[in-house]
């Protein structure tokens, strides 16, 4: 139940970033996204709960974005970062959960 909350949030994040972009998005765009979203997936991997769902985006993106279709590229971008922060806010509810249910 925890992990559909967590994705639940994380669809909600990546749609809100997309509505505040008005404007194309340029090559520059898609590569600060990209970042972002790569950063955020190397954290949850140094957690060990990578989301395949984020590997997934990421690979979607690079797609768009080599097809020139940049508006599309940093909407998967911003979906998959917001999956590897979903992923990594999971890691450290689990940690701290798995703690209190064990550990006495």
């Known amino acids: ?17 997309l509505t505040t972009a008005a404007v194309a998005a340029s090559a520059d765009d898609f590569k ?3 970042a972002k979203a790569e950063a955020a997936n190397k954290q949850a991997g ?29 909407k998967h971008a911003n979906e998959a970062e917001a999956l590897a922060n979903a992923s990594i806010a999971q890691a450290k509810g689990e940690e701290k959960a798995w703690a209190d249910a064990v550990v006495r």
């Open 32 to 34: 600060a996204a990209l």
């Open 1 to 17: 139940m925890r992990t559909r909350a967590l994705i639940r949030l994380a669809v909600i994040l990546s749609v809100a970033g």
């Open 46 to 74: 140094a957690l060990k709960n990578q989301w395949t769902t984020t590997t997934n985006a990421l690979n979607a993106a690079k797609k768009a974005a080599d097809g020139g279709k940049f508006d599309e590229a940093v």
